[in-house]
């Protein structure tokens, strides 16, 4: 059975840093488009980051351009998102996913999920 974890959350007051950790079982995403989406309440669903092996891409939504990376372990199976220079906008659930690619409606693509960490952004 595939499972994503997510880890790494917690609160942070604007300006600071985390790194998000989702390690993943059961799937090998080495040669899989991943990424990570948020979602907070009251706003849309959101894809920050996608990155793409086969298609030799990554995707950065506006909002974290220049503020978060993705990176991935594939040894480990595992990938990262480190988040800089962090806002309160910033504050929701993380998720993060693998799939088919990181073109188009690529939040649909990815078809594995975790169930997410909560980031909190706040003075």
């Known amino acids: 059975q595939v499972q994503l974890v997510e880890s790494g959350g917690g609160s942070v007051q604007p300006g600071g840093s985390l790194r998000l950790t989702c390690s993943a079982s059961?799937?090998?995403?080495?040669?899989?488009?991943i990424g990570w989406i948020r979602e907070a309440p009251g706003k849309e669903r959101e894809g920050i980051l996608c990155?793409?092996?086969?298609?030799?891409?990554?995707y950065y939504d506006d909002s974290v351009k220049g503020r978060f990376t993705i990176a991935r372990d594939n040894l480990k199976n595992t990938m990262y998102l480190q988040m800089n220079s962090l806002k309160p906008e910033d504050s929701a659930t993380y998720h993060c996913?693998?799939?088919?690619?990181?073109?188009?409606?690529?939040?649909?693509?990815?078809?594995?999920w975790g169930q997410g960490t909560l980031v909190t952004v706040s003075s």
């Open positions: 990155a793409s092996m086969s298609e030799g891409s990554t």
């Open positions: 059961g799937r090998t995403f080495s040669n899989e488009a």
């Open positions: 996913a693998a799939g088919a690619y990181c073109s188009g409606s690529w939040v649909d693509a990815l078809d594995a």
